[in-house]
């Protein structure tokens, strides 16, 4: 069975970092992209960012709204993927889920959409 | 910034139609996904590739994309359906996601 459990979640002051990890079972890790989400209270899914396997450069992409602030990896040898989160700031509050993707290629370009989910952890960021 | 647009809300009785669109520019050269989300859940692929059912959804659901608006339609919609339905899909031909704002499904 295809599990994906994310951890880390936490209540946190503005401007702090926070580390997120996303533990996987059931699948073979590397042959997929794994992709982050968030949700605010009472709003709608923010895609994140993702990154993408080794087939397909192993590079990660990320949202405008945190571009430069936060950072995905991965541990192909743990099946394990990081989302790392600096500079805090209260809009960041929410429930992060992690996304196993497959992937679409699409006149050269890699298209990405999630086929299973975590449950989530949820990230309070107090100002 | 890329947008994708849909209804807030759907309302419908059990054993009606259900139809939840979703439009934006450049649909044509996009595939569209949907997604379910039941309170307080994680969302699950419902539609894949605009028209496309995974393993275990039911028969009922199905999706379409004209061009200009990509369609989810649950046919003979039940109490079980009800919650929050997302579109999802690329920003112009990049592989940076964007999701519709969702909309609330009512069935009763």
């Known amino acids: 069975e295809v599990q994906l459990v994310e951890s880390g979640g936490d209540f946190i002051q503005a401007g702090r970092s926070l580390r997120l990890s996303c533990t996987t079972f059931?699948?073979?890790?590397?042959?997929?992209?794994l992709s982050w989400f968030r949700q605010a209270p009472g709003k709608g899914l923010e895609w994140v960012g993702l990154?993408?396997?080794?087939?397909?450069?192993?590079?990660?992409e990320y949202a405008a709204s945190v571009k430069g602030r936060f950072s995905i990896s991965r541990d192909d040898s743990e099946s394990v993927a990081y989302l790392v989160m600096d500079s805090l700031k209260s809009d960041d509050t929410g429930v992060y889920y992690c996304?196993?993707?497959?992937?679409?290629?699409?006149?050269?370009?890699?298209?990405?959409?999630?086929?299973?989910w975590g449950k989530g952890t949820t990230v309070t960021v107090s100002s | 910034s890329y947008e994708l647009t849909q209804p807030p809300s759907v309302s419908v009785s059990p054993g009606q139609t259900a139809r939840i669109t979703c439009s934006g520019d450049?649909?044509?050269?996009?595939?569209i996904h949907w997604y379910q989300q039941k309170s307080g859940q994680a969302p699950v692929l419902v539609i894949y590739?605009?028209?496309k059912r995974p393993s275990g959804i039911p028969e009922r659901f199905t999706g379409s994309n004209s061009g200009t608006m990509a369609t989810l339609t649950i046919s003979g919609a039940q109490v079980e359906d009800e919650g929050d339905y997302y579109c999802?899909?690329?920003?112009?031909?990049?592989?940076?996601?964007?999701f519709g704002g969702g909309t609330k499904l009512t069935v009763l």
């Open positions: 990154i993408r396997n080794k087939p397909y450069g192993g590079t990660p």
């Open positions: 590739e605009d028209n």
């Open positions: 999802y899909s690329t920003v112009n031909e990049t592989t940076q996601g964007v």
């Open positions: 996304a196993r993707n497959r992937v679409l290629m699409v006149r050269g370009v890699d298209y990405y959409y999630m086929d299973a």
């Open positions: 450049a649909l044509p050269k996009k595939y």
């Open positions: 059931g699948f073979t890790f590397g042959d997929f992209a």
